[in-house]
């Protein structure tokens, strides 16, 4: 599917976490942002998330509360970058930098995905419309979703991988802090996105 090789707010998290913390970090990460989706799909599968997309103001609400989110992101990459250096070529320290995160990859990624309005959207407009008329609905909704978030486990597992590999050949601050400012730009444009959608 087209949708897992899109970038968006959940690729460049899985960047910074695995490119300044390495590639167990970024794992921690990925398990979150997909503990997201299986929540978003119980939701469809159970009806609640097309409720929820019906209620007047809900999906405004979530879009405010996700670029928000999105917001507290870019200025945690931000920090980062301004963050001071001892030289421009020391190496960096994973684990301190580790430590000054705001909150656990794994949270960070869960908060990315269950706030993020367009995860629930596509769950409920997209896969519906690949339901047969054999079998029950919910399981044939069951299926779909295993195959989508498998699918994109393995793919944004691949960049998880090659991420964390690449932080750590180039092991340089430079480098990390070129990716948070990246990053800030990315997660900046994408909360704007969800604002001027709401507007």
Request: proline share 4%.
């Amino acid at each position: 599917m087209i949708i897992i090789l899109v970038p968006g707010s959940d690729v460049f998290l899985l960047l910074r976490v695995s490119v300044s913390e390495g590639v167990v970090a970024g794992l921690r990460a990925l398990a979150g942002i997909h503990l997201g989706n299986v929540i978003q799909a119980a939701m469809m599968i159970s009806g609640i998330g097309l409720i929820i997309s019906r209620i007047p103001g809900a999906l405004t609400a979530l879009k405010l509360v996700g670029a928000a989110y999105l917001l507290y992101l870019a200025v945690s990459s931000l920090r980062a970058v301004l963050r001071p250096s001892n030289g421009p070529g020391e190496t960096s320290d994973k684990q301190e930098a580790g430590a000054q995160r705001l909150s656990s990859p794994f949270l960070q990624g869960l908060l990315a995905n269950v706030t993020n309005p367009k995860v629930l959207i596509f769950f409920v407009a997209f896969f519906p419309q690949f339901l047969g008329n054999a079998g029950s609905v919910s399981i044939q909704l069951l299926v779909l979703s295993v195959i989508f978030i498998s699918l994109a486990v393995i793919w944004e597992g691949i960049i998880v991988v090659g991420a964390g590999r690449l932080g750590r050949m180039m092991n340089s601050v430079r480098f990390t802090k070129v990716m948070d400012a990246a990053c800030t730009t990315a997660f900046t444009g994408l909360a704007v996105a969800l604002l001027v959608g709401v507007a």
